[in-house]
């Protein structure tokens, strides 16, 4: 069975762009999770969907949104790129929402030049 | 105050030692807890549940005190490949949606030869 899967693996992107970043989750699960991990700190919650909606979203600006499609993959868009985006983004689905079991994909490492 | 906290690390340990892990949350409505695991700039592995009578897997063992509001995580024997970051992590109660779930910033392990 396939584990959650990110794409791409590494995004280089200057200041001021768009990035967008791809997660499948395990087949069968419903919910979403993205995490943004800066060098050197822990995860901090960036977003949960679950059955295609927003269900909750952490402290960050409206640059970072997202969304999740009818077959629960899902999409973060993070807008007007500024240095200190540069982090490893982390997908995590659960198989329902409010399961805390989460099961996470490698990651996109995010370079904002 | 930090939601979740950890004891900072790094921890340097020689091959067969025992090593303890702390962590305290703040949020006294709190209802589950865990430890993940993270190899270097990889994705978080759930490594166990924390249950209020105390839990053992293997060489590990997990206990919970809801009263001090505080969680560890104890490694026996320690082995060249428990190396990694050890995160705690606990459920953020959010009415009606099941809640989130906030990560400690992570202690190191380094075990050596």
């Known amino acids: 069975e396939a584990g959650v899967t990110q794409s791409p693996t590494h995004l280089i992107k200057t200041r001021g762009q768009q990035a967008t970043l791809r997660c499948s989750p395990i087949?069968?699960?419903?919910?979403v999770y993205w995490y943004q991990q800066a060098l050197g700190l822990g995860l901090q919650f960036l977003l949960w969907?679950?059955?295609?909606?927003?269900?909750n979203r952490g402290n960050f600006p409206p640059r970072f949104s997202g969304r999740q499609f009818p077959n629960y993959s899902s999409e973060l868009n993070v807008n007007a790129l500024e240095l200190e985006d540069s982090a490893l983004y982390l997908c995590?689905?659960?198989?329902?929402?409010?399961?805390?079991?989460?099961?996470f994909g490698s990651g996109t490492q995010l370079s904002v030049l | 105050r930090k939601e979740v906290e950890q004891d900072p690390g790094p921890f340097n340990v020689p091959e067969g030692a025992t090593v303890a892990f702390n962590c305290t949350y703040s949020?006294?409505?709190?209802?589950?807890f865990f430890w993940y695991r993270q190899d270097c700039r990889k994705e978080p592995k759930l490594l166990m549940s924390?249950?209020?009578s105390g839990n053992e897997d293997g060489r590990f063992t997990a206990q919970l005190n809801r009263a001090s509001q505080y969680i560890s995580l104890l490694i026996r024997d320690s082995k060249l490949s428990d190396s990694a970051t050890y995160l705690c992590?606990?459920?953020?109660?959010?009415?009606?949606?099941?809640?989130?779930?906030?990560f400690g910033q992570g202690t190191e392990l380094s075990v050596k030869p």
């Open positions: 949020n006294s409505a709190s209802q589950s």
């Open positions: 969907y679950d059955e295609g909606e927003e269900r």
């Open positions: 924390v249950y209020s």
């Open positions: 087949s069968g699960h419903t919910s």
């Open positions: 992590v606990v459920n953020r109660p959010i009415y009606n949606q099941g809640g989130k779930l906030i």
């Open positions: 995590a689905s659960s198989f329902r929402g409010g399961d805390e079991k989460l099961f």
